[in-house]
């Protein structure tokens, strides 16, 4: 079993900062890509930002010059930097790992259990 572990949101006013962290556990050989989901309140979840193992990222134009993905492959942890939030920022942030590599060599999806990020005055 793999697991994800979000942590670091909360509430916070327009044009504050926050920092996503997540963390994966488990028997884990490898993880390729790792990425940063958010679902607003009555609508669909989206795609924030991803990152491979090299270091190369990828954002949603909403997000770009604003959120920073970064990872820590030592510690099979992904983080998500959040400044000059907005209020349309607000939403579950979960974090998600579509191609674990277990020690078994099983290939396995992941998502963590969502975080609440507030951004209002």
């Known amino acids: 079993q793999v697991q994800l572990v979000e942590s670091g949101g909360g509430f916070v006013q327009p044009g504050g900062s926050l920092r996503l962290s997540c963390a994966a556990s488990g028997a884990i050989f490898s993880i390729a890509t790792m990425g940063w989901y958010r679902q607003p309140p009555g609508k669909q979840r989206e795609l924030v930002a991803t990152?491979?193992?090299?270091?190369?990222?990828n954002y949603t134009d909403s997000v770009k010059g604003r959120f920073t993905i970064s990872r820590d492959n030592a510690k099979n942890t992904v983080y998500l930097q959040m400044n000059s939030l907005k209020p349309e920022d607000t939403a579950v942030y979960y974090c998600?790992?579509?191609?674990?590599?277990?020690?078994?060599?099983?290939?396995?999806?992941?998502w963590g259990q969502g975080t609440l990020v507030t951004v209002s005055s």
């Open positions: 998600h790992a579509p191609a674990v590599i277990t020690s078994g060599l099983r290939v396995l999806a992941a």
């Open positions: 990152i491979i193992k090299g270091g190369s990222a």
